[in-house]
């Protein structure tokens, strides 16, 4: 059974070009209620933790530098299947392939600069907000 929140970071390129308002945005008219939301920074070493997953993958050292090169924006929002309708109003990771309209066709760059990070289950939308929040800072 779904769940009914996620995990989003506007990512640090989407921060620098001036996109967080507009992203928000997206997202609150795609129906999402953001119930956690923090402005902050990662290390290269909790952006390495975050992204353990791709340790073995080529990209992932230019991922860890380029998620620790600027302040992020995370955040945790509900909806009714969130994971899935947040992935649908985001779109495809290379923004050449996203559908037009989603944040990632309006807002990234690249595919490894894609403006937002959206979590890709249940299980992994729980485990990423856990390791941005604590619980008592998600209402």
């Known amino acids: 059974m779904a769940t009914n929140r996620t995990f ?5 390129g989407a921060v620098r070009n001036g996109h967080i308002g507009a992203i928000l945005e997206h ?11 923090k402005y902050t ?3 290269a070493e909790k952006a390495g933790e975050f992204y353990a997953v791709h340790k073995e993958r080529p990209f992932y050292g230019e991922l860890v530098d380029f998620m620790s090169s600027g302040p992020i924006v995370a955040a945790v929002l509900e909806k009714d299947n969130a994971v899935e309708d947040f992935r649908t109003l985001i779109g495809s990771t290379n923004p050449a392939e996203a559908a037009e309209g989603t944040v ?9 600069e894609n403006a937002v ?15 941005h929040f604590s619980g008592t800072e998600i209402y």
């Open 27 to 37: 997202i609150v008219a795609g129906g999402f209620k953001i119930v956690a939301m």
């Open 8 to 12: 989003t970071m506007i990512k640090p």
């Open 41 to 43: 920074k990662l290390s």
């Open 104 to 112: 990632r066709a309006k807002y990234a760059t690249s595919i490894g």
């Open 117 to 131: 990070h959206g979590s890709d289950s249940d299980e992994n939308a729980a485990i990423e907000s856990s390791f």
